[in-house]
């Protein structure tokens, strides 16, 4: 399976993941760091605090993206780093990080990818309101304005938002993910309108000020649905289903990227929700929905069904899936269906912004064997492929993750990097499916799966 000449080949990361926490170079907390002084909201009491030192270590890493022949390194910007306490002063030797490690991309023929917000909010500005005060979206537009003013003469690839799906589904409604507080749906809503004021107001600030030409979009979770055969009421079923909103929660795959992308919420999550919905200024729809250039999907996984006699979509239960490390089922064809039925919805280019699995993974004689992130990852390409095949745009696959790092309330037993990290040395070893990777980029193509012996066999 060939993939277009030009296709992009990257990996991602995130700041409060791998870098070690801000306010030791100078920062300030994120909420991040506050979560993780409560007991028992992370596993093993684990904390982002020195992650993979990649503040210290990030040349060493940017060699080993090089080694691998990454085109592309997917990483966000730590705000608190940047602004201790989320406006005002600016923390130099934060912004200096970011300089070096752009230059470092550079150097090694590696494009940034820039993600301005992937979870890690300033707790300051959580003191005020956070995203629950109007007032957000300028904090983020000021801060987006000064990463533009000092990196848009190298940086061209903007991401907004990382996945605010989970970061206000988690974050602000249910609770288990930072900053930890469930708040009523009422509550929660009005946090992810000022999320998407504050991306829209970012894609203002990048357009105006960058001095290189910029791409820019945000990057989404999704809930996936796929069709259990190819019978094309099934798959207009689950078309329907990947769009609609059925509950008052926010892991559906409409209610951030219409109004971004559409400029509106759409009319099922409308009536759902009408009795808590938030305040919608005039002008506040049209801030929101900036042109973008491409669509970012994060994708792992999805569910079968089929259609019901009254049109609607029911799952297929009794599926036995492989499952990952962190117990989400491995469905290859998401990555074929996904893609299709967001480019249907959004009449954009598409960028799978992460994909990847949990593995169990150990260093034996130097070596990490983990051909079941080999077979994900060949599985999930090839399905990939075959969408871009039928005609989906596609522009990108970048992995989730270079590297081993805290996996949020999961803490670091969840290893979902292609670089094996042992955090008491900050050892890193090249897992398999990072020399499996080397040679995917360097072909631009991936064939049909075959395990390792058959792949010897037949090399
Ligand atoms: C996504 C997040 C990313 C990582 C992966 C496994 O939801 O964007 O930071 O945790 O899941």
Not at 63 to 77: E, I, K, W
Not at 361 to 381: C, H, P, Q
Request: aromatic share 14%; glycine share 8%.
């Amino acid at each position: 399976m060939k993939f277009p000449p030009g296709f992009i080949w990257g990996a991602a990361t995130s700041s409060y993941q791998i870098e070690g926490a801000a306010y030791h170079g100078g920062g300030g907390h994120s909420i991040w760091d506050m979560f993780g002084r409560h007991e028992g909201r992370i596993i093993n009491g684990d904390t982002g605090e020195w992650a993979c030192d990649h503040v210290n270590r990030y040349a060493e890493d940017v060699v080993l993206m090089a080694d691998l022949g990454l085109q592309a390194y997917r990483f966000s910007v730590s705000w608190p780093r940047v602004l201790p306490a989320g406006v005002g002063t600016i923390n130099q030797r934060g912004l200096d990080f970011y300089d070096r490690l752009v230059d470092a991309l550079l150097a090694n023929n590696i494009e940034p990818w820039l993600t301005l917000f992937h979870w890690d909010f300033p707790h300051e500005l959580y003191c005020r309101g956070g995203w629950l005060n109007r007032a957000s979206a300028d904090w983020f537009a000021d801060f987006t304005q000064i990463i533009v003013a000092r990196l848009s003469d190298r940086v061209t690839h903007w991401c907004t938002l990382n996945e605010p799906q989970v970061y206000i589904g988690l974050g602000h409604h249910q609770g288990s993910h930072a900053p930890g507080m469930p708040m009523a749906f009422g509550e929660a809503l009005r946090a992810a309108h000022n999320t998407l004021l504050a991306h829209g107001k970012a894609v203002q600030v990048i357009r105006a000020g960058a001095h290189k030409a910029p791409v820019i979009s945000a990057s989404h979770a999704g809930n996936f649905f796929m069709p259990a055969g190819d019978n094309p009421v099934d798959i207009e079923a689950a078309r329907a289903r990947n769009f609609a909103i059925g509950e008052k929660n926010f892991f559906n795959n409409s209610w951030f990227s219409d109004p971004m992308v559409l400029g509106n919420y759409p009319e099922d999550g409308l009536e759902l929700f009408a009795a808590d919905m938030p305040e919608i200024r005039a002008g506040d729809m049209a801030t929101i929905c900036q042109p973008l250039d491409y669509f970012g999907a994060n994708i792992y996984w999805g569910r079968y069904g089929r259609a019901t006699r009254e049109q609607d979509f029911e799952l297929v239960e009794a599926e036995r899936f492989a499952r990952t490390d962190l117990d989400w089922p491995v469905t290859p064809e998401v990555l074929y269906w996904a893609p299709k039925f967001y480019h249907q919805r959004y009449a954009l280019p598409l960028v799978v912004t992460e994909n990847g699995m949990a593995n169990a993974d150990a260093v034996t004689d130097g070596m990490v064997d983990d051909e079941a992130r080999i077979e994900f990852m060949n599985r999930y390409l090839y399905e990939y492929g075959r969408a871009i095949a039928d005609g989906v745009p596609c522009l990108g696959y970048i992995t989730w993750s270079l590297l081993d790092n805290f996996e949020w309330a999961e803490g670091y037993a969840k290893r979902f990097g292609i670089i094996h990290v042992d955090y008491p040395t900050q050892q890193r070893t090249l897992k398999q499916s990072a020399h499996w990777y080397r040679a995917v980029i360097a072909d631009n193509a991936v064939s049909q799966y075959q395990p390792a012996r058959q792949r010897m066999a037949s090399a």
